[in-house]
Every structure is written in C-alpha cells, then in structure tokens.
C-alpha cells in the first residue's frame, strides 16, 4: 500500500517536478561533466532498485540531484524517501512549502531548483510579483502573514543560524509545532539538494534558459 502510494504521489511530479525537470542535465561549460549521466543499463546491483523507483516516475532517465546520489546509493533511497514526505506529505500547505524551497534556490542562485520550483510556486498560489521580487533579491513588499513569516523564519534561520525569539512567536500565530518542524526540514534539505546540484554542476535541460545570468547577484 505504501510503495503505492509512493509511486501514485510521485507521478504527479513527472509534468511539472524538480525531478522530471532536471533529467539530463548537463553542465553549462564545455568541459567533462564530473557526474557523467547514469544510464540504467549501467547501474549496479546496489543502485538498480533506486533507479528502477525514479524510473517509474519519469520517462527520460535519472537526472538533477539524483545522478550523482546515484554514486552513493544508500543515501539516495534515503533521500528519496525524504524528498517525498517534504513535498507531499508535509503539514506545511503547498504554497508555502514551494515558497520556502525557492528562498533557498535564490539564496544559492540554484538554476535548477529555481528553474523546477518557481512554476510549482506559482501553481500553488504564490503571487507573481512575489516569485519576481524574490528573484530579483528583494524582499516581496506585499505578502500575506503566512508568506511575511515564511519568508521572515527561512531567511532569518539560513543568513544568521538562528530564529529570533520574535520571529519564532510569529511563527507559532500560524503554523502549528509539525509545521514548524517541517518548514526547517524542508529549508535545510534544499540547501542541501543546492550544495548536491553546486557541487555535481548540474543545470537546466538543454535547450532551456538558466533562470540566473552570470554576473548577476
């Protein structure tokens, strides 16, 4: 029931998700790629079940983050799991939860979790002056009190590692204690998913326009 409902949650993500949105994404230099993309033909008996589970979620291959989890493929099924509770299990409602993924893709210029996540954000009811603002490196000037809190709590805990004792009082005015629990967890995981895609120099599909220029802040 479980693995069914996994695989019924993540199809959902094929159309428009961070993971079919990365497949094959390559670097945007001429040089090697440092995680030349996996095929699953060329996976081993310890990767093959990870694969055939992102398979069953998308029809173009393994890309993004998971190409170079590929190499460590405990901790990609470990991962992936998470991945799945942060985006569709989560208590914190969708709206926000993409809010608080794109903060942290602009906080690390992450082409391709801002290329993934701002479309999902805005599906999900995120205002586009809001998205805008945000990627131009401001602070929305209008937002609701559940977005001025998002955004207020993951910047605050991710530019000065800490919550203010004012900032964590607005916080609980709206979300609950597993809210506040998972909108944490769901900012400290794509930092960590920008620290994979930085470090693997992942980008956006070919063919397809890098949200950030170079030379930009």
């Known amino acids: 029931m479980k693995s069914a409902i996994l695989t019924s949650s993540m199809m959902l993500a094929a159309a428009g998700g961070w993971i079919a949105a990365t497949m094959f994404a390559q670097p945007a230099t001429s040089k090697e790629p440092r995680f030349p993309q996996l095929t699953m033909d060329q996976l081993s008996a310890a990767q093959k079940p990870l694969g055939e589970e992102i398979m069953k979620i998308s029809s173009v291959g393994i890309g993004g983050p998971y190409n170079p989890l590929m190499r460590s493929p405990v901790l990609g099924q470990r991962l992936f799991d998470l991945f799945h509770y942060l985006r569709w299990e989560t208590s914190v409602p969708t709206k926000l939860n993409e809010f608080a993924i794109i903060i942290i893709g602009r906080q690390w210029r992450s082409q391709v979790e801002w290329f993934a996540h701002a479309p999902l954000a805005a599906k999900a009811g995120l205002s586009a002056d809001i998205i805008a603002e945000v990627k131009e490196g401001k602070k929305p000037s209008k937002m609701a ?44 995981n794509y930092v960590m998913v920008a620290m994979m895609l930085a470090m693997a120099e992942e980008t956006v599909p070919p063919g397809k326009e890098s949200p950030f220029k170079v030379g930009e802040k």
């Open 145 to 188: 009190e559940d977005e001025a809190v998002v955004y207020d709590f993951v910047t605050e805990l991710t530019t000065t590692q800490k919550v203010s004792d004012e900032t964590y009082a607005r916080a609980k005015k709206v979300f609950n204690d597993q809210q506040i629990v998972d909108l944490t967890a769901v900012a400290g």
